[in-house]
Every structure is written in C-alpha cells, then in structure tokens.
C-alpha cells in the first residue's frame, strides 16, 4: 500500500513558476514509477509525465514538454513537479500516481494508487 499526498498547489501567473509535491508513504517508495497526471473542469484526466524508479528517465506529453520537469528524492519518498512557464491551458487539478508497471505508463489505468490532488489555477 502506497500513500500519496500532493501539495504546493495554487494560485500562479502565466510565465511564472510553480513547484508540486507528492508525498509518499511506506518504505518501498524507489519500487514504484511515479506519474503526474491533471484534469481540467470538463475534461478527462490526462497523462503530463513519468519518472522511472530511479529518477533516471523522464516522459512527458508534448504539451508540457521544455516546461516541466519531474524529479524525485527517494531519500524522502517524494516527487516533484517543476512548472516552469505555465500557461492558462494548464489550470487543472493535478494528481501523482504510483505503478509498479514499465510499459504502458501514460495510461491512468495503469496506476495503483493516487493522491487525492491539488489545484492550480493559471493567470493570464
């Protein structure tokens, strides 16, 4: 069992920055892909980017891509989330997920567990 708790959230304004944590809770952290994923009003839940177990290799959906990064401290069980630039179109709630999977990883079903989310709104 793997808990996963978001926060940094909010309010930010378009071209500036923003930092998200997930919180992990349990010892077999570094076992699990993580996986940030967000969803707007109206709109499906939609893949943004994984990071391997070991934090050595990062995916991301083309329209984060060059804006975002993912990182992880195993050390502490937690993943980042680094908006750079954000853009209004990004304003969603944004969940992390955790896998045991290393195919397949931009789809939702493929996660075990997830947080309960954190919005960020996007000024223009």
């Known amino acids: 069992q793997v808990q996963l708790v978001e926060s940094g959230g909010g309010l930010v304004q378009a071209g500036g920055s923003l930092r998200l944590s997930c919180a992990a809770s349990g010892r077999t952290f570094s076992s699990y892909r993580m996986g940030w994923f967000r969803q707007a009003p109206g709109k499906e839940r939609e893949f943004v980017g994984t990071?391997?177990?070991?934090?050595?290799?990062?995916f991301y959906t083309d329209s984060v891509k060059g804006r975002f990064t993912i990182s992880r401290d195993n050390a502490k069980n937690t993943v980042y989330l680094q908006m750079n630039s954000p853009k209004p179109e990004d304003t969603a709630v944004y969940y992390c997920a955790a896998t045991t999977w290393s195919s397949d990883y931009s789809r939702l079903g493929k996660y075990d567990y997830w947080g309960q989310g954190t919005q960020v709104t996007v000024s223009s």
């Open positions: 990071i391997s177990r070991s934090g050595g290799t990062t």
